[in-house]
């Protein structure tokens, strides 16, 4: 028997979570779970235990190192891979950018397919998705 991998997707814009969350869950692999407010992400998180979290990382909401940073200093988190979602690269670009502490990243905006592909490739998932 196979266990969804778990996602927390830590975004001040809930029409982006929600978009993304629906993308992830309805190729079956995923439990998702959202949390809008970034005070709250530490908390999410120890409470979820992801295998993986997409963070949002926007010009006006620069705590992505402090998120990521209190996230990783717990002992129980810290090997869980953060995914920075930006609008400081490309459209569509996926990489990883020194800039983002060495987090990968996928710039918003994004076709999904790609990055529900990137999510899969990152959590050793077998296969491309299509949605």
Do not use: W
């Not at 830590?10 to 407010?37: K, M, W």
């Amino acid at each position: 028997m196979t266990f969804p991998k778990r996602i927390l997707l830590i975004d001040h814009e809930p029409h982006l979570t929600a978009v993304v969350g629906s993308a992830l869950q309805a190729t079956g692999r995923y439990l998702i779970r959202q949390e809008n407010h970034s005070r709250r992400a530490l908390h999410s998180a120890l409470h979820f235990q992801p295998d993986l979290i997409l963070l949002d990382a926007v010009p006006e909401h620069l705590e992505v190192d402090e998120i990521a940073q209190q996230i990783h200093a717990d002992s129980s988190l810290q090997d869980i891979p953060v995914v920075c979602l930006t609008s400081l690269a490309s459209n569509g670009q996926i990489g990883s950018v020194g800039f983002f502490g060495g987090y990968t990243f996928v710039a918003n905006p994004f076709p999904l397919e790609d990055m529900v592909n990137c999510i899969a490739e990152m959590l050793s998932d077998q296969g491309k998705i299509r949605l």
